[in-house]
Nanobody, 118 residues
Framework: QVQLVESGGGLVQPGGSLTLSCAAS????????MDWYRQAPGKQRELVAT?????TYADSVKGRITISRDNAKNTVYLRMNSLKPENTADYYC??????????????WGKGALVTVSS
């Protein structure tokens, strides 16, 4: 079993910044990628950023969001700057890897709510 625990969500004013964290624990042999997705009210879940060998970003967030990963801690971060009300969403962490038996892992966190409002 693998657990993903997200933290750092909350209320922030437009133009503000926020950093989300997602820590993975459990029977993990190797992590291929830990990514961030978001789902705004009434919309489909969308990819925000990936932390594979090369980080990638959705066009809508380039320049304002930075993803980073601490491999020693199995933790991925999402630093968000210049936040806008339309960035309000539940932000989900996703992990792809394999466990000690070399069985593939695909796990989602429970989400961290980010609300951008004055």
């Amino acid at each position: 079993q693998v657990q993903l625990v997200e933290s750092g969500g909350g209320l922030v004013q437009p133009g503000g910044s926020l950093t989300l964290s997602c820590a993975a624990s459990g029977s993990i042999r190797r992590i291929y990628t830990m990514d961030w997705y978001r789902q705004a009210p009434g919309k489909q879940r969308e990819l925000v950023a990936t932390s594979g060998p090369t980080s990638t970003y959705a066009d809508s967030v380039k320049g304002r969001i930075t993803i980073s990963r601490d491999n020693a801690k199995n933790t991925v971060y999402l630093r968000m700057n210049s936040l806008k009300p339309e960035n309000t969403a539940d932000y989900y962490c996703y992990l792809k890897g394999d466990n000690l038996d070399y069985v593939g892992l695909n796990y989602w966190g429970k989400g961290a709510l980010v609300t951008v409002s004055s």
